[in-house]
């Protein structure tokens, strides 16, 4: 009688902070929403992963085989090849991404002329709105080897053409500078949006004393950029296997010669799905994703609690 007195306290304690808070509730719902209808909802469809799926029979009237679709990933080497991809590629996008993105965010908060501020600010952050598709079409135009800008200098100059769509080690380094391209100006105004919620009196106070600009932004900025920085990273982390499809693919496309090393997790479940017809492997690699991420941020953030309590997220 205890726990279910202590159940009806605790449903009506809910009950009056949603009438309470009606509004609020109200303008939460549609994202409740999104997250049941797109996330939850879906998720018995992680059973795909475990049967020899059948379209007649639908998911649960196929024949269950337990592991053998993992076991088949493993087998053929494909597993390894594009976990390693998603990491490393991810890794990088992480690392130098808030690196260049702090100093971005760094000096055009030391920029004193408004306007230069301002254009700036949206020049730098005009790419994060540009579709990849247009960036892959942009990227064959440079790249091409009949008529690429790279391979029409290349010739005036006197030098033989570069194929760039036969060499995948050269479309690691590419693929990197259009991620962090694009996305430095998104991550840009977290950092910048930090920083100017700092006291400027802090500024003046260690402007008074004889800090050199390096000095604040040495000890002041970067340190109160901390737990912003460690936020984006296990945000990050989370989505640590997700590779950037639209970007792989629009860059990369079908070219199989490329996809020893610019094959990720994403582009390969993509093609198990709509070029081989293959349920069960795309959403055993989906699977595999999804519980690889959730034991990433798992981990990271105990370490982080262990380092720096205050900004673990749970």
């Known amino acids: 009688m205890g726990s279910l007195a202590r159940l009806m306290h605790t449903g ?172 430095t100006g998104y991550g840009m105004i977290v950092y910048l949006a930090t920083i100017t919620g700092i006291n400027h009196d802090l500024y003046e106070a260690a402007y008074m004393d004889g800090a050199t600009t390096w000095q604040r932004i040495r000890y002041m900025t970067l340190p109160i950029l901390k737990p912003t920085f460690i936020l984006l990273l296990l945000f990050g982390m989370g989505g640590i296997l997700k590779g950037s499809f639209d970007l792989f693919y629009n860059l990369i496309g079908t070219n199989s010669v490329l996809y020893p090393q610019t094959d990720i997790i994403d582009t390969y479940v993509f093609r198990s799905l709509v070029g081989q017809f293959n349920f069960s492997m795309g959403a055993a690699v989906g699977f595999y994703q999804s519980l690889f991420g959730l034991i990433l941020v798992l981990v990271v953030n105990f370490i982080v609690r262990k380092v720096e309590p205050d900004s673990a997220l749970f």
């Open 12 to 183: 009506g304690n809910i009950v009056r902070e949603i009438i309470k808070n009606k509004v609020l509730f109200l303008m939460l719902l549609p994202v409740i929403l999104y997250f049941v209808i797109f996330h939850y909802a879906v998720m018995p469809g992680a059973y795909v992963a475990f049967v020899d799926y059948n379209l007649n029979k639908g998911i649960f009237g196929s024949h269950f085989i337990g592991l053998k679709n993992f076991e088949f990933l493993v087998q053929n080497g494909d597993l390894w090849n594009i976990t390693k991809n998603t990491l490393l590629y991810n890794l990088v996008f992480l690392a130098l991404g808030n690196i260049i993105q702090i100093v971005f965010a760094i000096m055009l908060s030391e920029i004193s002329g408004k306007w230069f501020k301002k254009v700036s600010q949206s020049v730098i952050l005009l790419p994060n709105f540009i579709s990849m598709v247009i960036v892959g079409v942009f990227a064959y135009n440079i790249f091409n080897f009949n008529s690429g800008f790279i391979n029409t200098l290349l010739v005036n100059t006197g030098l033989d053409r570069y194929e760039f769509y036969s060499d995948p080690g050269i479309w690691k380094y590419i693929i990197v500078a259009f991620k962090i391209w694009a996305s």
